[in-house]
C-alpha cells in the first residue's frame, strides 16, 4: 500500500524567499503523484502532476516540483513566494492501476510580509 | 455549475443522529469520490463511484457510512447514528474520461460536520 510522508507540518517564509516543501512517497509500484493547494475554506486545488515523463514539473502559480525515484521524493518548491501563497499544501500519490489518492497530512504555508 | 458543489456548508448534528451530505460533480464527469479531511488524520479516501461499476467502498469506516450515487451524477453521503469522532470535512471531487488514476480530480468546497 502507498503512503504520503509531508516532513513539515507548518513552514513560515518571509514574503519573496524561496520555498521547498517536502513530500516522501512509499510504493512497491509506479505512481502518478500529485500537489494540491488548499486556501482557507476552500477545497482543493490541483497545482501539479507527474504521470511520466520529464521528471521536474512546472504549475500554476509559479510552483514546480521535482520526481526523484531513488530517493521516493517529490518535494515542491518557489523560488519566491508572495503573502498569496499562505495556504495548506497537501502531496498526494495515486497508484497507476488503482484511481483514489493517498494523501501527505499536508504542510501549512505561512508567508510573512 | 462550473465546479463541483457540496451542500450544506455547514451541519451541526446530536450525537446519534443520521445526517445526509450531497455532492454535485462536474457535468459530464464519470467519476465521483468522498474523502474525509479530520485533524491529525488528514484526507482520508472514504468511496470511489465510476459509472455504472460497483462502487469501491474500500475506505468507509464503518457500516454507519453509506453513500449512492443517482443516475451517475448527484451523489448523496449518508451517516447513520453519528458519532462525535465523525466530525470533520466532507470533500467530494469529480474527474472526467475514465477515471483512471492520471485524471485530475476536481475537488469541491466541502461540508463540515460537527457532531456534538
Known amino acids: 500500500a502507498q503512503s504520503v510522508t509531508q516532513l513539515d507540518s507548518q513552514v513560515p517564509v518571509f514574503e519573496e524567499a524561496p520555498v521547498e516543501l517536502r513530500c516522501n512517497y512509499s510504493?512497491?509500484?509506479?505512481?502518478?503523484l500529485f500537489w494540491y493547494v488548499q486556501y482557507p475554506n476552500q477545497g482543493l486545488q490541483l497545482l501539479l502532476k507527474y504521470l511520466s515523463g520529464s521528471t521536474l514539473v512546472k504549475g500554476i502559480n509559479g510552483f514546480e516540483a521535482e520526481f526523484n525515484k531513488s530517493q521516493t521524493s517529490f518535494h515542491l518548491r518557489k523560488p519566491s513566494v508572495h503573502i498569496s501563497d499562505t495556504a495548506e499544501y497537501f502531496c498526494a500519490v495515486s497508484d497507476r492501476g488503482n484511481t483514489p489518492l493517498v494523501f501527505g497530512k499536508g504542510t501549512r504555508l505561512s508567508v510573512i510580509a | 455549475g462550473a465546479g463541483v458543489s457540496q451542500s450544506p456548508s455547514n451541519k451541526v448534528t446530536e450525537k446519534g443522529k443520521d445526517v445526509e451530505l450531497r455532492c454535485d460533480p462536474i457535468s459530464g464527469h464519470t467519476a465521483l469520490y468522498w474523502y474525509r479531511q479530520s485533524l491529525g488524520q488528514g484526507l482520508e479516501f472514504l468511496i470511489y463511484f465510476q459509472g455504472n461499476s460497483a462502487p469501491d467502498k474500500s475506505g468507509l469506516p464503518s457500516d454507519r457510512f453509506s453513500a449512492e450515487r443517482t443516475g451517475g451524477s448527484v451523489s448523496t453521503l449518508t451517516i447513520q447514528r453519528t458519532q462525535q469522532e465523525d466530525s470533520a470535512v466532507y470533500l467530494c471531487?469529480?474527474?472526467?474520461?475514465?477515471?483512471?488514476?492520471?485524471?485530475?480530480?476536481?475537488f469541491g468546497p466541502g461540508t463540515r460536520l460537527t457532531v456534538l
Open positions: 510504493s512497491s509500484v509506479s505512481v502518478y
Open positions: 471531487a469529480s474527474s472526467s474520461r475514465g477515471g483512471g488514476a492520471s485524471d485530475t480530480q476536481y
